[in-house]
T-cell receptor, first 114, second 112 residues
Framework: GDSVTQMEGPVTLSEEAFLTINCTYT??????LFWYVQYPGEGLQLLLK?????DKGSNKGFEATYRKETTSFHLEKGSVQVSDSAVYFC?????????????FGKGTTLSVSS | NAGVTQTPKFRVLKTGQSMTLLCAQD?????MYWYRQDPGMGLRLIHY???????AKGEVPDGYNVSRLKKQNFLLGLESAAPSQTSVYFC???????????FGAGTRLSVL
């Protein structure tokens, strides 16, 4: 079945450092890809999305490109802030079937220090 | 600007007790979901609903029941709680199309 694998955490960075969180997927067909973020004590919020190959999703300085050839959707940010400390989840969804559940990776904890 | 609201936020149960978690959404979404989040496991789907009056099993449905009597509400029930059901429970909803899911703030449940 479909699955998502993301890098193990925690990831610890200093403020203004470059961030990469790797995400690869296995899916039949052409899924939609998402990054969600969970701040401490809160629910998940959509960070960015991409629906087809070579699409780039971006939001709040974060970017991720849908790479079909490498089945990847790595999350990047050029300069992280303390406020970016959170858990980041990569997820996929079968585009052909409306209302299907998201399949999540296990999450990567990011801790940014000043 | 409520979005998805879950009640209660916290609950402690004894083994064998029952309870119901309530999820309400005000976005007129067709689809609703219940997930559980456990350390190192990500989120796993318990049950979901594609419309009022319909429900279906997800990845980890055992020990849970659900009902969707009204479009805006999705209830998750535990008939006889077990320590293995200690978790954080999240409700989500989405409209048709891109399947962007909107999440509630979660319910932290401890079963002793």
């Amino acid at each position: 079945g479909d699955s998502v694998t993301q890098m193990e955490g925690p990831v610890t960075l200093s403020e203004e450092a470059f961030l990469t969180i790797n995400c690869t997927y296995t899916a039949t067909g052409y899924p939609s890809l998402f990054w969600y973020v969970q701040y401490p004590g809160e629910g998940l919020q959509l960070l960015l999305k991409a629906t087809k190959a070579d699409d780039k999703g971006s939001n709040k300085g974060f970017e991720a490109t849908y790479r079909k050839e490498t089945t990847s959707f790595h999350l990047e940010k050029g300069s992280v802030q303390v406020s970016d400390s959170a858990v980041y989840f990569c997820a996929l969804s079968d585009q052909k079937q409306a209302g299907t559940a998201l399949i999540f990776g296990k999450g990567t904890t990011l801790s940014v220090s000043s | 600007n409520a979005g998805v609201t879950q009640t209660p936020k916290f609950r402690v149960l004894k083994t064998g007790q029952s309870m119901t978690l309530l999820c309400a959404q005000d976005m007129n979404h067709e689809y609703m979901y219940w997930y559980r989040q456990d350390p190192g496991m990500g989120l796993r789907l318990i049950h979901y609903s594609v419309g009022e009056g319909t429900t279906a099993k997800g990845e980890v449905p055992d020990g849970y029941n659900v009902s969707r009597l009204k479009k805006q509400n999705f209830l998750l029930g535990l008939e006889s709680a077990a320590p293995s059901q200690t978790s954080v429970y999240f409700c989500a909803s989405s409209s048709s199309g891109l399947n962007i899911q909107y999440f509630g703030a979660g319910t932290r449940l401890s079963v002793l």
